[in-house]
């Protein structure tokens, strides 16, 4: 099945600072990777999503890369501020005729410092 | 529009009772999905609906775990003879995910239940 790892476990960063946080997949069949925010005893919130047939997509503040060819995307996020402070998530889903569920990576803690 | 909503938010179970923990998805969404989320950890996958049909439950950690969507909308992740690993926090996804012209990928996450097994 589909593995998923996720790095940095922890991020400190100043506030208006750039934080990025990366990850790898295993199956060259996924063709779906979001990225979720999750804030202590909430729900996940998906925050940006990149499709294998595009290479970046940007939302404001947050932007995703993917390549495909080494099977790593990662999440770029931009003058950053107290309010980005919270456990961000990678996943992939499998491609046409694989599993449909998401497959996590760990999580990443990130605290913005005032 | 009203999002994924789940019922209990909160559920404190003594070992070895039997729990049913509810999901409403978004009106429209055909995929379900539930996922287990240990502290700490991402979610982890349970099962999946496309409609009310249950297409996979690999995920199930065993035999006293059991989910159904019979009519197509909300789904009930029921545990059995619960015991303390099985503490966690349940979360329900649901997803557009028509496979005609346009598909959607995107899960939509409820909030969860909180499960704590004593």
């Known amino acids: 099945g589909e593995n998923v790892e996720q790095h940095p476990s922890t991020l400190s960063v100043q506030e208006g600072d750039s934080a990025v946080i990366k990850c790898t997949y295993s199956d060259s069949a996924s063709n779906y990777f979001p990225w979720y925010k999750q804030e202590l005893g909430k729900r996940p919130q998906l925050i940006i999503d990149?499709?294998?047939?595009?290479g970046e997509k940007k939302d404001q503040r947050i932007a995703v890369t993917l390549n495909k060819t080494a099977k790593h995307f990662s999440l770029h996020i931009t003058e950053t501020q107290p309010e980005d402070s919270a456990v961000y998530f990678c996943a992939a889903r499998g491609g046409l005729g694989s599993a449909r569920q998401l497959t996590f990576g760990s999580g990443t803690q990130l605290t913005v410092l005032p | 529009g009203a999002g994924v909503s789940q019922s209990p938010r909160y559920k404190v179970a003594k070992r070895g009772q039997d729990v049913a923990l509810r999901c409403d998805p978004i009106s429209g969404h055909v995929s379900l999905f539930w996922y287990q989320q240990a502290l700490g950890q991402g979610p982890e996958f349970l099962t999946y609906f496309q409609n009310e049909a249950q297409l996979d439950k690999s995920g199930l950690p065993s035999d006293r775990f059991f989910a159904e969507r019979p009519e197509g909308s909300v789904s009930t992740l029921k545990i059995q003879r619960t015991q303390q690993e099985d503490s966690a926090v349940y979360l329900c996804?649901?997803?557009?995910?028509?496979?005609?012209?346009?598909?959607?990928?995107?899960?939509?996450f409820g909030p969860g239940t909180r499960l704590t097994v004593t």
């Open positions: 990149i499709r294998s047939n595009v």
């Open positions: 996804a649901s997803s557009l995910e028509v496979t005609l012209a346009s598909t959607s990928y995107e899960q939509y």
